[in-house]
Every structure is written in structure tokens, then in C-alpha cells.
């Protein structure tokens, strides 16, 4: 085959620009975005009109009550609180004040006939459950480190006996489990010593292109004369490649950055969906993948409908999020600019390229709070930043859960338009402090679970944690001879509360049901379908009293497997999955 000589030279320059950023250099180029880069985001509002599958959509939002002190306010009725959707007060359905326990849940455990569960054993009750994040892609090496110090100091003084507390990290590989939920600050204290860091996505690329990638700006050289490239002009695109080829591979790395971070954020949400209680996420971070101007801003392109996701199944999990910059007090000295200068390669020891840098950084530094402080209130949570002292942050974080209100109202969906809906929570108490989260998006993927339908089944079966969206246990039967393969009989059983009935519909339901048994970490074999229809009317009280039972199998030579068997209700897009060994003689 005759290859273009032109695009081998743009391949191969893209290659070597990549060599360089692997290597820790950035590909030198004159730059200048000026004092104030404005920034040029997607938001959620441009998708338009949209349209509901149901009627009846209820909103929660968790509210923390505390008075100047810090401590919790008990006792709280429906009178005390108004809630305001884009400043108009809503009829409050529910409110619920939740103390949640400090015991710890007790794990589902396979029993001598072969049975495995999503449920835990006293998983009924609200609980403390508190899941600790260090991010290593968002967060430069060597803040990584003091993350992690501070970590360890706030494991060994301010954990409560009998809080649950999982540690898992998000890099360049995904999401990765370092310690399941425990009680025993000693044990997650030993995985942390465990974990090292990563050079996160932006290592390499000088202040200026970072500033350019967060703001969305277009970094040229100020001397030049503005050239508009024509679509079809190939020379002007790589004359513009040539220029600014490191801005366009910064944001293919930040485009990567979004996803893991968003995928590993789902990946939390949908393990917890099933376990009562506000849970608090602790995220120890050096930024957001992407700066938002506003709560409606969104990454753009096929990101969004991730992000809807995430952000959605949050809401649903009731987490909260707690971005804690890793990197604790932040000053620019000129010291501090000179030695940023020198490891770029860039600028000099004063002058315009200098303050340049200085003004730059100080913009993404404000900005990157800005958006982690948007992020959490978006959540309920609470962002703490520019402070050494982070032990306190985590430990102010846990605190929330263990006390709030949950406030419920029915969403109006004759409001059809996309976009971003303010909350905002009054109580009529003089001296008191609330917090809860100030909004939650309104578009195709979160009024619609049909449109995360192929992600949810995807993310359930590459996840480290189980889905509890839907509670359920899986019971294997002996095997039967089928040919070469053993034919592996199982029986699966929801309660009632695990599927979702249309009973205004002729009692309508839609489950989708797959299992993949994986040997080695590779598929071995799998079956799934669709189970949908109509309930007869004199089922539904058969249904209350024993769930939903039935039977599959599933072929497979002899051998040792892990078998994943997940069921996503259609209506509700909830999601449950059971991971169970077997053995095949």
C-alpha cells in the first residue's frame, strides 16, 4: 500500500510528541494566553427539550444540620424546612432525620450449598461508610506523597471505632481496589504503606499549555499574525499541529483523565447504591479533569453522557464528595515560578515569559479550587484546599454522614428543558448551618435509563465491587454432562424490593439478566437476555411475599471459574451483581 508522505511526517511528529511528554519534556512553543483565559466549556442546557419516562419522579437530598459549632441539630420536622428548585419552593413529600451506626456491616458468606449474596448479613440500617480516594492521575507526583502522609496521620488519631472505610486509588489504569471496607484503621494504614505513586496525566506539559487546556483557550505566539485554517487546507493544519502540538495532545490526555475519573466515581456509586445511609467520598486530589465556569458545565462530546451517569448514580447512592487538595498550602514565590521555568525548559529568570508563568499558574491554581469547590457543593460536599493541616479535612468529611435529614419532593416533569436545576435548602432554626447539595442535571441520560442501559451492564461486569443496586443471591445445582462441557444449573432470587413493577402500566417489568464466567481473568463462557412482560393481577401479592426466583445455566468446560451474574432493572436502572466461585469437575 502507497502511504501519503505527509501524513507519515504528521505521524511520526505526533509520535515523537509523544515520545516527549512520556520522557517529562514538553514540546517547546511560543505561548501566550494572556492575564485572563476565558474559559470555553460545554453546558448541560444545550441539549434542548427532553422528555421523561415517568411521570413520577422523586427527588432526595440529604441535608446536614449543625449549629456554630459543628455539632448536629436533632429533631428537625417538616415545618422547619423549604426547598427550592431554580428559586421556586417545592411541596416537600418526606422528611426523614437518619442517624447512622457506627457497627460494622457484616459480609454476605458463601453457605455449604454453594450460595452467594450482594446483601450484608445487618445491611438494613444506615451506617458510617466513608470511601477514601487518592487520585494519582489528576494529582502531581510529588503532591502524592504528602496526600498520603496525611492520610496515615489521620488513620492512626481521628478514625471512629467501628467507622467503615475503603481505600481504593484511580491512575492511569482504572480504578483499583487497595482496601475493601474495614473497621480497623491498623489494616488500612498497612495497604497504604502498600501503595505507590504515578506521574499523573499532565507531567510534563508546562504551566501555559495547562492553563490553555483548562480554559479551553487556543495558545498562539503574540507576535504572529491571527491565520484562519481552512478545512481542507492541509499545510495550514499541520503548520497549526506544528505550533500547537502539544496543547493537542495535552487534551487527548485530559480527555483520558476525565473518563477514568468518572468511571471510577460510577464504579463507587454503583457498589453503594444499595447500602443505606449518606456515604462521604474522600478525594484527595490535585484537580478537576476539566474547569467548569458554572454547575451546568459539562466535558462535551461522548464524555457527557458519562458524566450524567456518574453525577445521576451519585445522587441515587446518596455520596458526597470531598475533594481535599493534595497538595495542602499553596504561595507563589518567585522562587517557586523560577523553579517551575527551569524544569519546562521555558522562560527565564524574569521578564514577560516569567510573569507570564506567575500569572498563569496563579489562574489555574484559583480556578482548580473553584471547580473543586463547585464539584463538592454540587454533591453536599465540602472542598478543603490550601491547607497543610489535611488529617482535619478527612476527619470533618467522615463526620458528615453520621447525622442528617433526608428531604424528599416530586419532581415537576412538565418542565422539559435540559440543563442544570438549582437546589437550595432553607430551615427556619436561628444558628443553624445547612449543607446539602445544590442541584442535579436534567437531561437524556438521567431522565431516560434506557440511554445507560449497554454502559451500566458493561461497568457492573469490570467493576471491582459488586453492584447493590438490586439485592440478590445466586445458588448453584449440580452439573449435568453436555457433550465435551458440564451444563451448570443456578437459581437466582430477588426480594420484592428488587424489581421495579409498572403497575400503572398492566403491571409492566423489564430486567435485563447476564452472567460471564471468567477463568483467569478471560471469558470462558456467558449467556444473558431480556426478561420483560406483564404480570397477571393476582401475582403481585405472590410476588411481595417471596421476590422474584428463577433458574439459568450456564455450559463450561472443567475447571476453576469466577462467575459475575448481573440483572439491571430497565425502569429504574438500578443494577445488582453477585460474583460467585465455581468448580467444575
Not at 182 to 209: C, F, I, N, R, Y
Not at 466 to 478: C, F, H, K, L
Not at 490 to 505: C, E, K, R, S
Not at 543 to 562: C, H, Q, R
Amino acid at each position: 500500500m502507497r502511504r501519503c508522505p505527509l501524513l507519515a511526517f504528521v505521524s511520526l511528529l505526533l509520535l515523537s510528541s509523544m515520545c516527549l511528554l512520556a520522557q517529562g519534556q514538553a514540546v517547546p512553543m511560543p505561548s501566550n494566553i494572556g492575564d485572563s483565559p476565558m474559559p470555553s466549556v460545554h453546558h448541560a442546557e444545550e441539549e434542548g427539550r427532553l422528555e421523561f419516562k415517568s411521570q413520577t419522579v422523586l427527588v432526595q437530598v440529604p441535608v446536614v444540620v449543625t449549629d456554630k459549632a459543628g455539632a448536629h441539630v436533632h429533631g428537625l420536622g417538616r415545618d422547619h424546612f423549604k426547598v427550592f428548585e431554580n428559586g421556586k419552593e417545592q411541596k416537600i413529600s418526606s422528611v426523614e432525620e437518619i442517624q447512622a451506626t457506627h457497627t460494622p456491616f457484616v459480609a454476605p458468606a458463601a453457605v455449604p450449598k454453594g450460595e452467594f449474596s450482594n446483601v450484608a448479613a445487618n445491611g438494613d440500617s444506615p451506617r458510617v461508610i466513608t470511601v477514601i480516594v487518592l487520585d494519582t492521575i489528576n494529582t502531581p507526583f510529588t503532591d502524592q506523597a504528602h496526600g498520603r502522609k496525611e492520610l496515615l496521620k489521620y488513620l492512626a488519631n481521628s478514625v471512629d471505632p467501628g467507622q467503615m472505610v475503603a481505600l481504593v486509588t484511580i491512575g492511569s489504569g482504572g480504578m483499583r481496589v487497595i482496601q475493601p471496607p474495614t473497621a480497623d484503621p491498623a489494616v488500612l494504614a498497612q495497604a497504604l504503606k502498600k501503595v505507590s505513586g504515578e506521574l499523573d496525566s499532565m507531567h510534563g506539559v508546562d504551566v501555559d499549555t495547562q492553563a490553555a487546556i483548562a480554559s479551553g483557550e487556543v495558545i498562539a505566539d503574540p507576535a504572529a499574525p491571527v491565520a484562519v485554517v481552512a478545512p481542507g487546507d492541509v499545510g495550514a493544519q499541520l503548520q497549526d499541529f506544528v505550533l500547537h502540538g502539544d496543547t493537542t495532545i495535552g487534551r487527548m490526555v485530559q480527555q483520558r483523565a476525565i473518563e477514568v475519573t468518572m468511571k471510577g466515581f460510577l464504579t463507587i456509586a454503583l457498589s453503594l447504591s444499595g447500602m443505606p445511609g449518606r456515604k462521604a467520598l474522600i478525594w484527595v486530589t490535585g484537580g478537576f479533569p476539566f474547569y467548569m465556569d458554572s454547575p451546568s458545565a459539562v466535558p462535551g462530546g461522548y464524555l457527557s453522557a458519562l458524566y450524567y451517569r456518574a453525577m445521576q448514580a451519585m445522587n441515587e447512592a446518596e455520596i458526597s464528595v470531598y475533594p481535599v487538595d493534595a497538595k495542602g498550602l499553596v504561595t507563589y514565590q518567585s522562587d517557586s515560578v523560577l523553579h517551575s521555568t527551569s524544569n519546562t525548559g521555558l522562560g527565564g529568570f524574569g521578564g514577560p515569559s516569567s510573569s507570564r508563568q506567575l500569572s498563569n499558574r496563579s489562574w489555574l491554581q484559583n480556578s482548580t479550587n473553584d471547580t473543586l469547590k463547585d464539584f463538592a457543593e454540587m454533591t453536599g460536599g465540602r472542598a478543603f484546599y490550601n491547607t497543610n493541616d489535611l488529617a482535619t479535612s478527612f476527619r470533618l468529611a467522615a463526620d458528615d454522614s453520621s447525622s442528617y435529614y433526608l428531604l424528599g419532593y416530586y419532581l415537576d416533569t412538565k418542565n422539559t428543558k435540559a440543563g442544570w436545576r438549582q437546589l437550595k435548602v432553607k430551615i427556619d432554626k436561628p444558628g443553624t448551618q445547612v449543607r446539602s447539595r445544590n442541584g442535579f442535571f436534567v437531561t437524556g441520560a438521567t431522565a431516560d435509563p434506557e440511554v445507560s442501559r449497554k454502559l451500566d451492564m458493561q461497568f457492573a461486569f469490570a467493576s471491582p465491587f459488586e453492584s447493590t443496586g438490586i439485592p440478590m443471591t445466586v445458588s448453584w445445582e449440580d452439573a449435568t454432562p453436555s457433550g465435551d462441557k458440564k451444563k451448570v444449573g443456578f437459581n437466582v432470587h430477588l426480594p420484592a424490593t428488587g424489581l421495579m413493577i409498572d403497575q400503572a402500566n398492566n403491571n409492566h417489568f423489564s430486567m435485563d439478566f447476564s452472567a460471564i464466567a471468567f477463568k483467569k481473568d478471560v471469558n470462558a463462557g456467558n449467556i444473558g437476555r431480556t426478561m420483560q412482560g406483564n404480570l397477571p393481577a393476582g401475582s403481585m401479592e405472590k410476588l411481595k411475599a417471596s421476590g422474584v426466583n428463577f433458574k439459568s445455566a450456564i455450559e463450561l468446560t472443567p475447571g476453576d471459574y469466577m462467575v459475575r451474574v448481573v440483572i439491571r432493572d430497565n425502569l429504574s436502572g438500578r443494577i445488582g451483581s453477585v460474583s460467585a466461585p465455581l468448580t467444575v469437575n
